[in-house]
Structures are given as C-alpha cells and as structure tokens.
C-alpha cells in the first residue's frame, strides 16, 4: 500500500492547515487510516485515525477539538484539518494505514507508512 501525503507548509500560530494523503488501491476501504506526528527528537506520537468506513474516529486527546480527520473512500484519500495551530504542533506528519481497530494507537503498529509532509508554526 503506497501512501503519499500533501499538504504541509509553513504557517503563523493561529492559522489552519489541511492534509491529504491518497493511498490508491481496492483495499482502502478496509484499512483504518491515521496520522502520526513525529517532532524533532521526540519519538512518533498518535493523532488520529479513523475506521474504514469513516463512522469511527479516534483523537489523541490534547489534539481533540483542534484536529479532524475524514476521509473520501471514493477518491482512496484521508484527511487532517488541523485548525488553531500552535508552535509545539511542529512535526513531520506521516499518513498510516493498519489492520487494527481506531483504538490500536501504537504507531510501530501501524502497516504501512507514507513519506511524510512537514508542519512548521510559527509563533
């Protein structure tokens, strides 16, 4: 499964951000999708995923009410609205795909792993 991810940029404190990640293949659907953030020299930390289907979802929770992910299983594509945003968000975002249910948040977990967008607040 190739994931490749869109979006990141440079951006103030406050602004928002969108991510995309595509992930063309007949299996889509039945992949839980998620996000893992990894700052510099900080291990890789959950985010979000969300079931196959798109009904379930589950947040790390200092990100709830900040962060949304969706995804169109129409198009093979998930997404992270990131609004907010704050310095300490900083990261390279990696899309993820796994087998397991949207409660498995341990990101070794994770199957299959896409190249990485970076997110750069400014404060």
């Known amino acids: 499964v190739q994931l490749v991810e869109s979006g990141g940029g440079l951006v103030q404190a406050g602004d928002s951000l969108s991510l995309s990640c595509a992930a063309p293949?007949?299996?889509?659907?039945?992949?839980?999708m998620g996000w893992v953030s990894q700052a510099p020299g900080k291990e890789p930390q959950f985010v979000a995923a969300?079931?196959?289907?798109?009904?379930?979802?589950n947040y790390a929770s200092s990100l709830k009410g900040r962060f949304t992910i969706s995804r169109d299983n129409a198009k093979n594509t998930v997404y992270l609205q990131m609004n907010s945003l704050k310095p300490e968000d900083t990261a390279v975002f990696y899309c993820?795909?796994?087998?397991?249910?949207?409660?498995?948040?341990?990101?070794?977990?994770?199957?299959?792993w896409g190249q990485g967008t970076q997110v750069t607040v400014s404060s």
């Open positions: 993820a795909a796994s087998l397991h249910s949207i409660r498995v948040i341990d990101p070794p977990l994770y199957a299959y």
């Open positions: 293949g007949p299996i889509f659907s039945s992949l839980t």
């Open positions: 969300i079931s196959g289907s798109g009904v379930s979802t």
